[in-house]
C-alpha cells in the first residue's frame, strides 16, 4: 500500500548569475494519512520549499511527489489545480486576504468555479466562519479584524473544499503568543477530525501538538521521527 503522502529523492535547484543553489537535497519522506507533522529548520533549511513541492505549488527539479496515488508531475496544468483545490488547502503566515472582501466573501473566492448559487456559498462560508469562532464577524473586512481574526478567515478559506490535507507555512508567526496558541488549538481540532496536517515553524514549542517531527538543515532531513501524543486543548 503506498503512503498517502511520498516524496522520492526530490531535489530543487535556483540558478542566479552561473551559480546554483540548492533548496531540497534528494528528500525521500512518506505521510501517512491522519499524521500531524512539524517541519522546523533554520532560515533557508528548505521548510517552505518543501511545502511548496508538497502542495504542488512548485515543480521539484527531479524526484517524483505523490498524493493518494496520484503523481503530481503527471498532471497537466488544468488538472493539477482542481486537484490540489479537492485535496489540499493551504494557510500562510501572511493570511492572504483580499482586503476590500468581507470575511465571508474572502472564504468564498476558492469556490468561484463551482456552479453553485451565491445563497450556497454564502451559506457554506459562514458556516465554517463559525466553525472557526468568527459567528457575527462574517460580513467585516480584514481591516476590522485582528492579527488571529485574519487567520482563522484564512483557515475557513483553506477548509472550503473540505480538503483531506492542511499545509500551514509558519501560520502563528504574525501573531502574539496567546493568540497562536488559539490557532495551534484550532490546527489541533482539525488534526482530530482526520485531517493530516503538516506545519512548517521556527517554534520548536509546536512540537507538542504534533505526531511527528521532521528537522531540515541545508535542504537535508537531518531528523525525522515520531512524537508523543500530542497535545489535547482544554
Known amino acids: 500500500m503506498k503512503p498517502f503522502i511520498h516524496l522520492s529523492d526530490v531535489s530543487m535547484l535556483y540558478g542566479n548569475n552561473g551559480t546554483i543553489a540548492a533548496a531540497l537535497r534528494s528528500v525521500s519522506l512518506a505521510i501517512d494519512a491522519g499524521e500531524y507533522v512539524v517541519i522546523t529548520g533554520e532560515s533557508g533549511a528548505g521548510k517552505s520549499t518543501l511545502l511548496t513541492v508538497l502542495g504542488g505549488l512548485q ?3 527531479s524526484g517524483a511527489v505523490s498524493i493518494k496515488g496520484v503523481d503530481l508531475s503527471a498532471l497537466s496544468a488544468d488538472r493539477l489545480a482542481d486537484f490540489r483545490r479537492e485535496t ?5 503566515q501572511a493570511y492572504h486576504l483580499l482586503p476590500y472582501l468581507t470575511a465571508r466573501e474572502n472564504v468564498m ?3 468561484s468555479p463551482l456552479r453553485a448559487g451565491a445563497r450556497e456559498k454564502a451559506e457554506r462560508a459562514d458556516t465554517l466562519l463559525c466553525s472557526v469562532g468568527l459567528c457575527g464577524k462574517e460580513d467585516r473586512l480584514p481591516s476590522e479584524l485582528s492579527g488571529g481574526e485574519c487567520q482563522r478567515v484564512a ?3 483553506a477548509l472550503i473544499h473540505d480538503p483531506p490535507v492542511l499545509l500551514a507555512d509558519e501560520p502563528t508567526g504574525n501573531l502574539d503568543s496567546a493568540t497562536g496558541e488559539q490557532i495551534l488549538d484550532l490546527f489541533s481540532e482539525l488534526h482530530r477530525s482526520g485531517k493530516t496536517v503538516l506545519m512548517v515553524t521556527h517554534n520548536r ?3 507538542s501538538r504534533a505526531t511527528r517531527s521532521i528537522r531540515l538543515r541545508d535542504g537535508l532531513v537531518a531528523e525525522d521521527g515520531p512524537l508523543m501524543a500530542p497535545y489535547q486543548a482544554l
Not at 489540499?88 to 500562510?92: D, E, L, Q, T
Open 205 to 207: 514549542a509546536n512540537l
Open 88 to 92: 489540499i488547502g493551504f494557510v500562510f
Open 109 to 111: 473566492v476558492p469556490m
Open 155 to 157: 483557515i475557513a478559506r
Open 59 to 61: 515543480v521539484p527539479t
